[in-house]
Nanobody, 126 residues
Framework: QVQLVESGGGLEQAGGSLRLSCAASGRTFSSYAMGWFRQAPGKEREFVAAISRIGRGTYYADSVKGRFTISRDNAKNTVYLQMNSLKPEDTAVYFC???????????????????WGKGTLVTVSS
């Protein structure tokens, strides 16, 4: 497993932008498909975005498509989530996930991952 630490969350107004980062430990970062999930108060955790091992494939939930962009820098062991045009319904704790046994395309249908971060809170005010 890798250790994942998210950062970049905070309070933002609707229409604004935030960029989340997820730093991973270990020397095998490039062997992991990476994803972002979120959990709003009183709701189940849901898929947001995923990226393939070398970054060529990206996948998004319909609710964020066109507004959010996932990317990764394997030299820095870091995955990012650029969030633009934020909406109040984007308010949630955002979790980074890593899994060497699956594909980025399949992550959206999975609920169990090899590693999870502890999450970072994003609050969008109207």
């Amino acid at each position: 497993q890798v250790q994942l630490v998210e950062s970049g969350g905070g309070l933002e107004q609707a229409g604004g932008s935030l960029r989340l980062s997820c730093a991973a430990s270990g020397r095998t970062f490039s062997s992991y498909a990476m994803g972002w999930f979120r959990q709003a108060p009183g709701k189940e955790r849901e898929f947001v975005a995923a990226i393939s091992r070398i970054g060529r494939g990206t996948y998004y939930a319909d609710s964020v498509k066109g507004r959010f962009t996932i990317s990764r820098d394997n030299a820095k062991n870091t995955v990012y989530l650029q969030m633009n045009s934020l909406k109040p319904e984007d308010t949630a704790v955002y979790f980074c996930a890593a899994d060497p046994y699956t594909t980025a395309q399949a992550m959206g249908a999975q609920r169990s991952m090899d590693s999870w971060g502890k999450g970072t809170l994003v609050t969008v005010s109207s």
